[in-house]
């Protein structure tokens, strides 16, 4: 903590813009160019990969879900928010074939699985997925969390995260007692959990993601928060607008690119291709830019205030504090330069295409 030696970056097994660049080697030549290397908490032992939770390392880029990063800033982690990404991610409900289960209103008086308490709130973060995201499907039915009856299964809490995590090893929390028969319906959502879901032959009974109120699946990962420690930001403004530089030229570069994505998604989420296509559909691919609009933040907020609610959190989180606007303009305006300098649209513009 006493000085900046290496840069970390960390992040879900999920599509995400940052995760491309490193793929492609720019976050590399990014870092080499100030003297710096980079390593992937991803790659290191659990002392270091703890801090995927606690965001206690100076050095380190986090792209992941907000659970974690909510639960540690409540904690008073030293973090600021640069940047939110929303990507539609097969959040389902998944229930047996012959269950009768096949609406958001028949879920009423069904055993869900409810993911247990880890050692810490942040870690804690499938069952937090779980509960909000059954909230927001029987919310489709005119049913609350009381009109259902939890069953509290098992939960391993951190798959994706240190060289101990094992290729392949996640299991998706509640998907064995759905097969076994001990619950009725299963939150899930992601690649690994679409692919389990077929090797059981369970079925989906509400897609989160069919609903025109992103309201409704407000989750771990929608919006994903990008975030660093404020120490970084404020000795080293430079190398988080070159972090996000990069990120937004992946998210460029990702639109024309599909199948390569699509190849290091299944490496990321240690899924098969045909897993990946149904977990992450449609034009996923041109909505990889992150921003900190005004619609983002209060999205955000609705999770924190759930996570809240709950006893997600030790306390409130005020977003607006937290956010740092700064260096995603700067990294635009870097991007925008050097693209009028090639003669080329700038990433402004970009965006402005794909959001029309």
């Known amino acids: 903590m006493s000085s900046l030696d290496k840069i970390w970056y960390t992040r879900c097994p999920v599509p995400t813009a940052s995760g491309l660049a490193h793929n492609q080697g720019w976050l590399k030549e990014e870092f080499q160019v100030a003297g710096l290397d980079i390593g992937i908490l991803q790659d290191a032992g659990p002392e270091l990969a703890k ?17 974690p990063a909510l639960a540690a800033r409540s904690a008073g982690a030293p973090t600021r928010l640069i940047g939110l990404t929303w990507i539609e991610e097969w959040q389902s409900i998944l229930v047996r074939a012959d269950s009768g289960i ?23 973060f499938p069952r937090a997925m779980a509960l909000h995201g059954i909230k ?10 009381d009109d259902v009856i939890f069953v509290e299964v098992a939960a391993q809490s951190s798959p994706s995260v240190g060289r101990d995590a094992g290729d392949r090893a996640f299991s998706w929390p509640g998907i064995a007692e759905l097969a076994r028969g001990e619950v009725d319906a299963v939150y899930a959502k992601g690649a690994r959990a679409a692919e389990q879901a077929k090797e059981i032959g369970a079925v989906v009974a509400v897609d989160l993601d069919a609903h025109p109120d992103r309201r409704t699946r407000v ?14 930001l404020d000795e080293h403004p430079d190398l988080v607008v070159g972090f996000l530089a990069q990120t937004l030229r992946a998210a460029d570069w990702a639109p024309g690119n599909l199948g390569r994505v699509r190849e290091i998604l299944a490496g990321e989420t240690r899924s098969g291709t045909d897993a990946v296509t149904t977990a992450y559909r449609g034009d996923f691919h041109h909505s990889l830019h992150p ?27 005020d977003i607006d504090a937290w956010a740092a606007p700064e260096p995603l303009e700067l990294a635009r305006k870097r991007l925008d330069a050097q693209a009028g300098r090639n003669g080329l649209p700038g990433v402004t513009q970009t965006a402005e295409v794909v959001a029309r």
Request: net charge negative; glycine share 10%; charged share 20%.
């Open 219 to 232: 989750n771990n990962g929608t919006p994903r928060p990008i975030t660093v420690h404020e120490r970084l």
């Open 291 to 317: 921003d900190l609009s005004p619609e983002r933040l209060e999205l955000l907020r609705i999770q924190k205030d759930f996570l809240l609610i709950h006893g997600f959190l030790d306390a409130d989180v």
């Open 136 to 145: 927001g499907a029987l919310s489709q039915g005119g049913l609350t969390l």
């Open 51 to 67: 801090h995927h939770f606690d965001h206690q390392l100076l050095g380190l880029f986090r792209e992941g879900g907000n659970v």
């Open 102 to 124: 096949t609406g958001a209103a028949d879920l009423a008086g069904a055993r869900v699985a409810l993911p247990a308490w880890a050692e810490t709130r942040a870690k804690s």
